[in-house]
């Protein structure tokens, strides 16, 4: 699987992006998906999972209720809705892949789950 981000940039505190995640193959549907960002000097953290089928998702706490990750199986996409962005927000965007067996389970917060990696995509959130 090869997976490819894009949507970043630099937006005004409060304000909104999107980030979508195009992967290649017929296998997508197999694999559960991840956020993941990375600031200067920090490690790479878990924002948001989705399972497989798409119906169950969580979030890391610091934008749980501010992002919402979702995905279009037909179109191998997954997405990261972001609103209300902050300052803090500003970090490079990885997705990333981790093959599941079963469709309702969801993603590890780990980055060392994960079997595939996009590019990264970054977002910049100015005060």
């Known amino acids: 699987v090869q997976l490819q981000a894009s949507g970043g940039g630099t937006v005004q505190a409060g304000g909104s992006l999107r980030l979508s995640c195009a992967a290649s193959?017929?296998?997508?549907?197999?694999?559960?998906m991840g956020w993941f960002r990375q600031a200067p000097g920090k490690e790479r953290d878990f924002v948001a999972g989705i399972s497989r089928s798409g119906g169950n998702t969580y979030y890391a706490d610091s934008v749980k209720g501010r992002f919402t990750i979702s995905r279009d199986n037909a179109k191998n996409t997954v997405y990261l809705q972001m609103n209300s962005l902050k300052p803090e927000d500003t970090a490079v965007y990885y997705c990333?892949?981790?093959?599941?067996?079963?469709?309702?389970?969801?993603?590890?917060?780990?980055?060392?789950?994960?079997?595939?990696w996009g590019q990264g995509t970054q977002v910049t959130v100015s005060s």
């Open positions: 193959g017929r296998t997508f549907r197999t694999y559960a």
């Open positions: 990333a892949a981790e093959f599941r067996r079963l469709p309702g389970v969801l993603p590890g917060r780990g980055h060392y789950e994960y079997d595939y």
